[in-house]
Nanobody
Framework: QLVDSGGGLVQPGGSLRLSCVVSGFLSDYYVIGWFRQAPGKGREAVSCIVSSDRYTWYSDSVKGRFTISTDNAHNTVYLNMDSLKPEDTAVYYC????????????????WGQGTQVTVSS
C-alpha cells in the first residue's frame, strides 16, 4: 500500500515536498517514483528511483528542479519540488513497478491515492 501526501497551494517559484509511505512487502528489486496528471491530460511519469543501484530518473520538464529520495528506515519516498511553475499543477501519484521499463510504460503494480499540487499566484 502506498499513501502519498504533502500537496497544497504554492506560489510560482515556491517549493513543496511530497511524501509516500510504503507499507507491505516489496521485492528485492523494484522501481518507485511519481506520476502526475493535470486536468484534461494523461498521466505522465515525473521521476523514479531504482532500488538496486539507486539510479534516479527525471522527466525533462522537471529535471534540475525536482529531487527524488528515499528514507529506508521509515519506508518513505520523497519528491522535493523547487522552482515550481503553474504548469506543474496536477494530481501527483506515488507508484511502484517491477522494472524500469515497466514504470515508463505505466505498468504500475501499486498506486498511491494522489495528492493535489496547485501552483498559482
Amino acid at each position: 500500500q502506498l499513501v502519498d501526501s504533502g500537496g497544497g497551494l504554492v506560489q510560482p517559484g515556491g517549493s513543496l515536498r511530497l511524501s509516500c509511505v510504503v507499507s507491505g512487502f516489496l521485492s528485492d528489486y523494484y522501481v518507485i517514483g511519481w506520476f502526475r496528471q493535470a486536468p484534461g491530460k494523461g498521466r505522465e511519469a515525473v521521476s523514479c528511483i531504482v532500488s538496486s543501484d539507486r539510479y534516479t530518473w527525471y522527466s525533462d520538464s522537471v529535471k534540475g528542479r525536482f529531487t527524488i529520495s528515499t528514507d529506508n528506515a521509515h519506508n518513505t519516498v520523497y519528491l522535493n519540488m523547487d522552482s515550481l511553475k503553474p504548469e506543474d499543477t496536477a494530481v501527483y501519484y506515488c507508484a511502484t513497478a517491477d522494472y524500469f521499463d515497466s514504470f515508463h510504460l505505466n505498468e504500475v503494480r501499486y498506486w498511491g491515492q494522489g495528492t493535489q499540487v496547485t501552483v498559482s499566484s
